[in-house]
């Protein structure tokens, strides 16, 4: 078959298949173009998730016939000054969203500059059918009807209306975030779905956007960032660990004001929040980078949703660097959702009646009014069951700790206006701490706030130069199968920097002659399991450096107080103070809460007193 040259139609539809996918695609392209020419107000309106029609109406300052008649051109552009590529200022660029467009549907362009007379160019799939003059306010508007309907090949392949139709709103989304001081809106079959006002320009006005587009709830669950390094700045909100999804389309990347999807950035997120956040959830960002043009190169797709940069190692140690400051300063914070969780389990239940006793009355007629010296309220002659016939007696049904119990405190009230993380009031269930606040009651998952507090400790002492390691007094035996004692083995001269001293006792075991000095008494031998289990998953290529907060992950999760110990008063306040001073106290290794608060206005509305 001799080469031939295509014809114009078919090279327009060809483009097309990069640059218009789906309607969402075709939608990015005219918001851009709307942007790109001042607009300050944006009108969408779609029927059928777009498949049917999609349009855009803008106010900026519009075209002429001619730029018109040139615009339905490949490759035809105002956003080109000259011929440089590396000082790409504005969205768009390449000159091939109309035509590409308009050779798979059914094209509608009407524009009228200021002072102008307005303009219609209409194109059916790659024709001219008019060209004439039109009535209009200032600005442009661009209707898309009939996507592929002549293309059957590509029309098969569009998702329901209702996918279509979220990809359009995500896209619409993503452009209002990065433009505050533009109004959006998106009305689907004459339904408004999105709407957002205009508020500042630049930074002032990105919280409130970012608010109103992702709801109150990021905003109040979210530390700002404001980074610089070099000519690089880094800055927009990002989400707790413990406010997080469990998918990644809620992060949100622009650089340069450019929605973005781009492999670099997720993967520096990603690593942000690599120990903070369990491995199948994701968190949520709203983050902008803000570099020199001839540090990006855009024109690396024609969809314009990945980049280059000069220098990637820059940019990804910037954005890890960012978030764990941002992070770091939230201090102990947890999500605010996570009280409202709380909150809505509570049930109001009947109390339990006392059973009855031979002779009449109740087992636990005998109680005595609350003794203020004790706290509360004290068997005289019976007992309720489960709870002791004396105090510090025994009990073997009862949830609260007797050795932790609030009412046996001696030592003098502690004040509560000194404590972000109040005083503690005693124990439940061996596992949750109960303190009271200035403001409210919270509540602490010991072992989870101990785990992270280790792992925070681990990490200060890696970083300044190395762990310390306790000897055994007499070396502990920990079976294993052959191929995880070698493992094991073949990693012990890294294991012994982080302060775990290991040698090989034959072919199934390893003997453990000194663990880390920051875990204190631990389970030597089920952190040597979970040492193998990872190392086995991990594969031989990587070094346990690489591998560092998954190995200390696994060390602190074995030197924490665990769930079912029994912690003094003075022990639990010891615990609370530690976690007002750590960073990420608030959630634990794997990005679950620490601890909750219910506010007293909180508890109030808990027993219908608000």
Known sequence: MPIRRLPDHLVNQIAAGEVVERPASALKELVENALDAGARRIIVELSAGGIDHLSVTDDGHGMVASEMRLAIERHATSKLAGDDLEAIATLGFRGEALPSIASVARL???????????????VDNGRIVVDAPAALPPGTRVSVDGLFER??????????????LGACIDVVRRLAMARPEVVFEVRHDGRRMLSAEAGAAGDAGLPPRLAALLGVDFADNAVALDFVREELRL??????????????????LFVNGRPVRDRL???????????????????VVALFLDVPADFVDVNVHPAKTEVRFRDAALVRGMIVSGLRRALDSAGHRASTTVAAGVLNAFRAEDPPLAPPVSGGGHAWAGYSPLDRNLG????????????????????????FA?????????????????????VARGQVAGTYIVAEARDGLILVDQHAAHERLTLERLNKALANGGVHSQSLLLPEVVELDELAAGRIAD????????????????????????TPALLGQTDAAGLIRDLADDLASWGSALTLKEKLDAVAATMACHGS???????????????????EVTPHSGQCNHGRPTWVKLAKSDLEKLFGRR
Do not use: C
């Open 265 to 283: 950035l997720v993967g520096a997120v990603r690593g942000a929040y690599m120990d903070l956040l369990a491995r199948d959830r994701h968190p």
């Open 561 to 579: 107080v665990r769930a079912g110990r029994l912690l003094s008063v003075a022990e639990m306040n010891a615990l609370l103070r530690e976690m």
């Open 376 to 399: 509360g309220y004290w068997p005289q002659a019976g007992s309720p069951p489960g709870t002791g016939g004396a105090r510090g007696g025994s009990s073997t049904g009862s949830m």
């Open 491 to 514: 990693r012990a001269a890294e294991l012994a920097e982080l302060g775990l001293e290991v040698e090989r006792f034959g072919r199934t075991a390893i003997l453990v002659r000194a």
């Open 235 to 252: 800055g927009g909100l990002a989400g707790l660990p413990t406010y997080n999804r469990g998918v990644a389309d809620h992060q949100f």
């Open 108 to 122: 509608r362009l009407s524009s009228r500059p200021p002072g102008s007379e307005g303009w219609t160019l209409v």
């Open 151 to 164: 293309v059957p090949a590509r029309r098969k392949f569009l998702k329901s209306e209702r996918s279509e």
């Open 402 to 422: 007797d050795a932790a119990m609030p009412f046996a405190r001696t030592e003098p009230a502690q004040p509560l206006n000194d404590f972000p993380m109040g």
